[in-house]
């Protein structure tokens, strides 16, 4: 056989089409990561003001105008105020300032991501050092010491998401990237809740007790990952549903290319360009990453909306899996001679 002809045996079309994709898909992931953060600025950080009379709205018209629109600030009536809006993460920080003296007191929450609270830190200590005053960081929400960088619930909700479509993956390969009927989705779906529950009780132990990374609620931390590993794993069941072993390149460009990198783990979400700021929330790993946090540091406020995010996902993917199997089932029936009043005996039929 001449090697054109072993080159066309070799590689089909199907096989072209989905080096082509891979390719792709390999192209994505680069621009995807290095365009979010490759060159991270604060843009629009919600941020507090507190000072007395008109200095709080002097400082606040002051911070609006930076140059790069770094902060949006507001004016709050007190430290309570700043301190209550930080924990149920309003905003990102706050500046107490004091006309009396020369210190102000910036407050900051590490526990929503160090970068962000580091370049606030950075960037009020530049502004009063311009007018001869000091600033004194008090940490409301601090990272704990055992959670460098506060990435460690960012790591967490891409460990159960690479969980969830691995197993959705595994479970197409091993039988098919269709379901053929609906009790075959059913049963997929089902070891998608067994694995879902049983990984995320798994990493809450592994990043809690074990390794101390991640203080809060274990049970908590439980139910997340039980979640975003079910959700993932229903939304790659019905991308292979709807476009076979394709769906599993469609799982990793939604969840891995589009997610992780505005997920707000390496650098909240203020300091990401605007595609991404936008999508992040929208997204698994950047809702996950959200309540993972909130969980361990802010006592587990403003969660609903990315918990009904993940919720709608795992929906999707339910619906989107049993339609189209039964479709699927429809179809293949509706396809066959009904050859019910056959009968057949030794190679021959009688029609009776």
């Not at 994505?28 to 604060?42: D, E």
């Not at 700043?82 to 905003?91: F, L, S, T």
């Not at 995320?200 to 132990?205: H, Y």
């Not at 700021?277 to 361990?296: F, H, K």
Request: aromatic fraction near 6%; hydrophobic fraction near 50%; proline fraction near 6%.
């Amino acid at each position: 056989m001449r090697f054109a002809d072993e080159l066309k045996s070799a590689v089909t079309p199907r096989a072209a089409l989905l080096v082509i994709g891979v390719l792709a898909l390999q192209l994505l992931f680069i621009a995807s990561y290095v365009g979010a953060l490759h060159n991270p600025k604060p843009r629009d950080v919600p941020f507090g003001v507190v000072a007395p009379g008109a200095a709080a709205e002097q400082t606040a018209d002051k911070l609006k105008k930076l140059p790069g629109d770094p902060l949006d600030p507001r004016v709050l009536k007190d430290e309570a105020a700043a301190r209550h809006q930080i924990m149920n993460r309003d905003i990102d920080g706050a500046l107490l300032v004091d006309p009396r003296g020369t210190t102000d007191t910036l407050l900051v929450a590490s526990g929503g991501g160090t970068a962000l609270s580091g370049v606030l830190s950075t960037l009020t200590t530049d502004i009063d050092a311009a007018q001869k005053r000091t600033v004194n960081t008090v940490d409301v929400a601090p990272a704990s010491n055992q959670d460098f960088d506060g990435l460690s619930s960012f790591y967490l909700v891409v460990g159960w998401c690479v969980g969830g479509y691995l197993c959705a993956s595994i479970l197409a390969i091993s039988a098919g990237s269709r379901a053929s009927n609906v009790p075959r989705a059913v049963i997929r779906l089902g070891t998608m809740a067994l694995y879902a529950i049983v990984g995320g009780l798994g990493g809450a132990i592994i990043i809690g007790p074990i390794l101390g990374a991640l203080p809060g609620s274990v049970l908590g931390l439980w139910g997340l990952g039980a979640l975003v590993i079910f959700g993932v794993g229903a939304v790659t069941l019905a991308l292979q549903a709807l476009t076979g072993i394709v769906g599993i390149g469609l799982a990793v460009l939604l969840v891995v290319i589009g997610g992780n990198p505005s997920a707000g783990g390496a650098f909240p979400l203020p300091m990401l360009p605007p595609f991404w700021e936008a999508i992040g929330p929208w997204l698994q790993p950047g809702a996950g990453t959200w309540v993972a946090r909130s969980i361990a540091y802010f006592d587990g406020n403003s969660i609903t909306r990315p918990l009904l995010v993940l919720s709608a996902w795992a929906v999707l993917g339910v619906v989107v899996t049993l339609a189209l199997s039964a479709r699927r089932r429809t179809t293949y029936n509706s396809g066959n001679l009904d050859l019910s009043g056959t009968n057949y005996s030794s190679g021959s039929s009688r029609f009776g």
